[in-house]
């Protein structure tokens, strides 16, 4: 800064604004007195000196220029009112100015653009920190209200522009979803225990005949004193039970009960207990509605390869759809089961295979030896369907179904040793199915393109199998191809030697 006069920008809700700073030198050096003239305006304002100002036209350019701003790039406005300020310079290095600037991402930015200094360390927080306190009395036509105004106008419409979300794609919908479905299923069981805790003083036979929770607390809301059950009301528990013998059971075991009698009030509150554990379970039901329709809108391919309920625990512990889609597959596997993996690596254990995917039905169908190989190649499959979700323009589930068959195709590989399908002819395939259906644009999946490299199986094979799973007859193959490697990769001189030994 000794030789480059220093300039500082600062982006108010009002437009851009620069300043000129004097002594830049001698303020550089005594950064104690820089923060005590920064809180008296008399003091600063010989320090910075108003420049120019640019104000927006409209609150929408306002919200444009802010937008671009907080992402580190540079407005066109704020370009040209650089070049309209400052002098031009063939390179940064051949600057005459240095710029003050908020943002490392803003500087870079300008220094590509306008070919000028830029810099946002030492003194340069101070100074800005100053003018954000003393900018509306530092110029004649700026006042402290039409400052507030501007700032909380844009605050908001700033605000709104980051939550604003498209109501067909929306995850966060998803993950609000699968949490409150996860508690209610608690909460479910707990309250069923204490409904058929409750009612068993009265009715003690009936838990035993009847297994299900919420066809209990149906039932016990239907009965209420047991005296008060009839050979009348066959047909209704029928309907409740499906089930004929057990309607006539309860019957009989109603007339026989070693149950204790009941008051009228104790009764009244056990069946409106049993009624709000009914309504629970019915709204748990409307909402495991609620979240298919929501995962079919949103991330249609996952939710057919690995369930909607699964694919929402994926997204939920991700965070979002976008940052489920940026991890590796090998983050996907063991996605949820964090504690086991870190507590594997402080003991120097065996790292678990599997996380959430746990709980597809992919892994409980695969043999012992084959889980971790399975969750593995499943954990692959999902990171490209959240792929294909996150990123596609036009949603459809055939991939999804697609990566489904070859999961499929992989548990009978594991079986029967039946070659599966590569991946890349299988993208083509769905692509091409698209464009013949008339197809919604059929989106083009993230490596879909590339050719495969291996010619045996695709993807995750039997080379990146587990250590412990690969057999002996395998093992020896490799080292026999090793040798043979080495032996091609030797020099002619003991090619020779060893082409000698052999005919001895």
Avoid at 324 to 332: G, N, R
Avoid at 466 to 471: C, E, K, S, Y
Wanted: net charge positive; aromatic share 6%; proline share 3%.
């Amino acid at each position: 800064m000794a030789t480059n006069d220093l300039v500082v920008l600062y982006e108010a809700a009002i437009g851009y604004a620069l300043f000129d700073v004097a002594e830049s030198e001698d303020i550089g050096i005594q950064l104690d007195s820089v923060q005590d003239a920064v809180q008296d305006l008399g003091k600063f304002g010989k320090i910075c000196k108003l420049k120019a100002i640019m104000p927006f036209r409209t609150a929408q350019d306002a919200l444009e220029n802010i937008n671009m701003v907080s992402e580190g790039m540079m407005p066109e406005l704020l370009k040209d009112f650089l070049e309209t300020h400052l002098p031009k310079a063939a390179s940064v290095k051949k600057s005459k100015v240095t710029l003050g600037v908020s943002d490392y991402k803003l500087g870079q930015a300008i220094a590509e653009e306008v070919h000028i200094k830029c810099d946002h360390t030492g003194v340069v927080p101070e100074l800005i920190r100053g003018i954000r306190m003393h900018f509306s009395k530092m110029h004649k036509s700026l006042k402290d209200t039409l400052v507030e105004k501007a700032q909380l106008g844009l605050g908001h419409s700033y605000s709104r522009a980051k939550v604003k979300f498209n109501v067909h794609r929306v995850d966060n919908m998803i993950i609000q979803a699968i949490s409150l479905l996860d508690q209610l299923d608690k909460d479910i069981n707990t309250f069923s225990m204490r409904i058929k805790e409750w009612y068993s003083y009265h009715f003690p036979e009936l838990s035993k005949i009847v297994a299900d929770n919420i066809v209990f607390a149906r039932i016990a809301h239907l009965i209420g004193r047991r005296s008060s059950l009839k050979d009348d009301m066959l047909d209704k528990l029928e309907e409740l039970t499906m089930d004929s013998a057990k309607a006539q059971q309860i019957i009989d075991a109603s007339k026989t009960s070693m149950g204790m009698d009941i008051s009228e009030i104790d009764l009244l509150s056990v069946k409106a207990f049993a009624l709000r554990v009914v309504s629970l379970a019915e709204y748990r039901q409307q909402l495991h509605e609620y979240l298919k329709t929501k995962m079919h809108s949103c991330a249609p391919n996952l939710a057919a390869l690995i369930g909607e309920q699964v694919g929402a625990r994926l997204i939920s512990h991700a965070g979002s759809l976008t940052n489920l889609a940026k991890y590796p597959a090998s983050t996907v596997q063991i996605l949820g089961a964090e504690k086991a993996l870190f507590r594997a690596l402080k003991t120097r254990g065996n790292t678990p295979k599997y996380g959430l995917i746990f709980h597809s039905s992919f892994i409980g169908r695969a043999g012992t030896k084959n889980k971790g190989r399975i969750s593995r190649y499943l954990a692959n499959k999902c990171s490209i369907a959240s792929r294909i979700d996150c990123f596609s323009d036009s949603l459809t589930s055939k991939f999804g179904e697609e990566l489904r068959d070859q999961v499929e195709e992989r548990l009978s590989f594991y079986e029967t040793g039946a070659t599966p399908r590569k991946n890349v002819d299988v993208m083509h395939k769905v692509m091409e199915g698209l464009k013949s259906s008339g197809g919604e644009g059929a989106a083009v999946p993230p490596n879909s393109g590339k050719k495969a490299k291996r010619s045996h199986v695709d993807d995750d094979d039997e080379e990146d199998a587990d250590p412990a799973v690969a057999t002996p007859d395998k093992k020896k193959k490799k080292k026999k191809d090793k040798k043979e490697k080495d032996v091609d990769s030797a020099p002619s001189s003991e090619k020779k030697k060893k082409k000698k030994k052999s005919k001895d």
